[in-house]
Structure formats: C-alpha cells, structure tokens
C-alpha cells in the first residue's frame, strides 16, 4: 500500500518551454501532497504543501509564479515549471501524506522526475 | 530556522555488523521522526518512524528517540552490501518534514 507515481520519470526541454510533472497517490487518498527538489549530493528542500482543492503554501525563496502547484482530486497533484531555465534542472520529487493523526501521519514519496533544461 | 543534523559519512561497516546512525535537531516541538533510505538516483523510501522516547524496532531496524537530548537514531542490525544508500534523518512539526543531509552508508561484503 500507500504507493506515489510520478510522471514522466525523466523530461529533457528548452529553454523558456514550460513542463508538467504529475504526482498520483495510486492506492491512497491524500489529503496534502508536498513537492520537493534535490540538487546533485544535497538533501531534499520542501518547496511547497498543496492540499486538495486550496492554494499551495510555498516555502520561503520559492517563486510560486513559476513553480504552479494545482491538488485537483485526493489522488492528483502536478507541479508545471513555467519558462525553465538550465538552473532549474533538478530531481523534483512529489510525496503524499495519508492524513492521519499529526504524529503518525507518514509521507509516501513519488519515484521522482529528473529534469534538465537546455 | 528548524535544523536537522547528521553526519554525512561515508560510514563503513563489514557485512552483518550492525550499522549506527545519528541525528539531531533543533526544534523542541517536533512531533515525530523519520527514517527514510535513499539509493544513489532515486527518490527516498520510508523505513520507519518514531515519536515516543525509547526504541522501536521493525525487523532488522530500531530507532531509538531521545527528546531530551534531541537525539534520534537508527540501527541497522545484520548489515547488508544491499543496505549501502544514503540515510536521510527527517523531523515532523506539524505537517511538513525537515530533512537531514543525510548519512551515506557502505557496507562491505
């Protein structure tokens, strides 16, 4: 149980073009789903919580004009990274949290996207 | 500013050792603490977590949680070459994660 899919798995695009990478929590309902990026032997930062239905909540230093979360369903969220550049490339990772009670509440991370910018 | 600290290796040890790993943190008001492993390119897999002082063990893993000294850790019992990843320490607040550097760990057959 409690598996995350991410697509695509990789995506290799321009400079200027826009990419969208979908998070599916495919046996779950997730009621908040968190999106991550992690540059080469750093760890992961937290860029922004989507819940279902309401506005993401972006971390500190992330440009939500660029980085555009939607959390259409409980089982979907995609991140669209708008006008990419080379220093955006990165491996952008999606997790779901299962709701529960806050202590034992786990997040379940997607097998990640790896995307380079020419 | 949360901060979550390990050590980040790499850590060696022999086949069926048992492998010691660290983590503290900063935030008194944690609430719960995560052990994930992550493999060179691919996205981290939960192995368990902790929000209770003292220790919890699940299969060949036990984490072990000090609030007072802000100490979280997890052992790795019968070390495996297929264990050798990077272990990524995280802190639960009220719903996001904080992650650690994380700790790379090699075990040698």
């Known amino acids: 149980g409690a598996v995350v899919s991410q697509h695509p798995s990789w995506v290799i695009c321009k400079s200027g073009t826009s990419v969208k990478i979908e998070c599916r929590s495919l046996?779950?309902?997730?009621?908040?789903m968190f999106w991550y990026r992690q540059f080469p032997k750093q760890s992961l930062m937290l860029m922004a919580t989507s819940n279902e239905g309401s506005k993401a909540t972006y971390e500190q230093g992330v440009e939500k004009d660029k980085f555009l979360i939607n959390h259409a369903s409980l089982t979907l969220s995609t991140l669209t990274v708008t006008s990419a550049h080379p220093e955006d490339s990165s491996f952008y990772i999606c997790?779901?949290?299962?709701?529960?009670?806050?202590?034992?509440?786990?997040?379940?991370f997607g097998p990640g996207t790896r995307l380079t910018v020419l | 500013q949360k901060e979550v600290e390990q050590n980040s290796g790499p850590l060696s040890v022999p086949e069926g050792a048992i492998a010691s790993l660290n983590c503290t943190y900063s935030?008194?008001?944690?609430?719960?603490f995560f052990w994930y492993r992550q493999y060179s390119g691919k996205s981290p897999e939960l192995i368990m977590f902790i929000y209770s002082n003292g220790d919890k063990e699940d299969g060949r893993f036990t984490a072990q949680l000090n609030k007072a000294s802000q100490y979280v850790s997890l052992l790795i019992r019968d070390s495996q070459p297929s264990d050798s990843a990077t272990y990524l320490c995280?802190?639960?607040?009220?719903?996001?994660?904080?992650f650690g550097k994380g700790t790379m760990l090699l075990v040698s057959p």
């Open positions: 997790s779901a949290s299962t709701g529960r009670a806050v202590r034992t509440d786990t997040q379940y």
């Open positions: 935030d008194r008001g944690s609430q719960s």
């Open positions: 995280a802190v639960k607040g009220y719903s996001t994660l904080t």
């Open positions: 046996d779950f309902q997730a009621t908040t």
